[in-house]
């Protein structure tokens, strides 16, 4: 069986990939995450998981890596991690009360084959009150994540509804991901449960 890399140091990515039994190691992946203005959120998406399984792929060819990253995006902008109380309190106000759409971007690169794929999920907050984001920047959470918010921590409590995978919005769509790697036979065929 190859054995398989995870080009991100991310703890939620980890975590899943861990939750599913998928046996693999870490090495983070240190790639430009720029995105050109006017880049749909799924070709951004699905071009920054590519850049970060090739950076390492090159170094382990003879490895599978998966690589992914993860926007949200809302009025056609697309809102990264924050880098500042400023912006979080930007992108947050901006999806009170509305809908948004989460893209994770999943490259998975062998030495037989490459998949890229992306999975969308409609996100809808509800109203947001100003002492409601300050408390919540206050705890430092929305700093790693893209939008501002963590929908598995404390950011769950701005969620009224979520329209797809909720594990895309956590940063993997993890059955999505579970299936091509069965498919591309880097996975046993059989369950472990």
Same mark, same amino acid.
């Given at each position: 069986m190859t054995r398989i890399i995870l080009a991100s140091s991310s703890p939620r990515r980890k975590e899943l990939l861990s939750q599913a039994n998928v046996p693999f190691t870490v090495y983070a992946a240190d790639t430009d995450e720029t995105i050109a203005p006017g880049t749909h959120p799924? @070709?951004?998406?699905?071009?920054?998981?590519?850049?970060?399984?090739?950076?390492?792929? *090159?170094? /382990?060819?003879?490895? %599978?890596v998966i690589g992914a990253d993860t926007v949200v995006s809302i009025d056609g902008r697309i809102l990264g991690k924050p880098a500042t109380e @400023?912006?979080?309190?930007?992108?947050?106000?901006?999806?009170?009360?509305?809908?948004? *759409?989460? /893209?994770?971007?999943? %490259?998975?690169?062998?030495?037989d084959e490459k998949v890229l794929f992306h999975e969308k999920t409609d996100v809808e907050f509800w109203?947001?009150?100003?002492a409601e984001i300050e408390a919540y920047i206050k705890t430092g959470d929305p700093f790693d994540k893209a939008g501002s918010y963590g929908i598995q921590?404390?950011?769950?409590?701005?969620?009224?509804?979520?329209?797809?995978?909720?594990?895309?919005?956590v940063g993997l769509p993890i059955a999505a991901l579970y299936r091509r790697l069965q498919k591309m036979r880097l996975l046993e065929s059989h369950s472990s449960r």
């Amino acid at each position: 069986m190859t054995r398989i890399i995870l080009a991100s140091s991310s703890p939620r990515r980890k975590e899943l990939l861990s939750q599913a039994n998928v046996p693999f190691t870490v090495y983070a992946a240190d790639t430009d995450e720029t995105i050109a203005p006017g880049t749909h959120p799924a @070709q951004a998406v699905e071009q920054l998981a590519l850049e970060k399984a090739e950076a390492v792929f *090159a170094k /382990y060819p003879d490895r %599978a890596v998966i690589g992914a990253d993860t926007v949200v995006s809302i009025d056609g902008r697309i809102l990264g991690k924050p880098a500042t109380e @400023q912006e979080a309190m930007e992108m947050l106000s901006s999806l009170s009360g509305r809908t948004h *759409a989460v /893209y994770t971007g999943v %490259a998975i690169l062998s030495k037989d084959e490459k998949v890229l794929f992306h999975e969308k999920t409609d996100v809808e907050f509800w109203e947001l009150t100003r002492a409601e984001i300050e408390a919540y920047i206050k705890t430092g959470d929305p700093f790693d994540k893209a939008g501002s918010y963590g929908i598995q921590t404390a950011g769950a409590l701005f969620v009224q509804a979520i329209h797809g995978d909720y594990y895309n919005v956590v940063g993997l769509p993890i059955a999505a991901l579970y299936r091509r790697l069965q498919k591309m036979r880097l996975l046993e065929s059989h369950s472990s449960r």
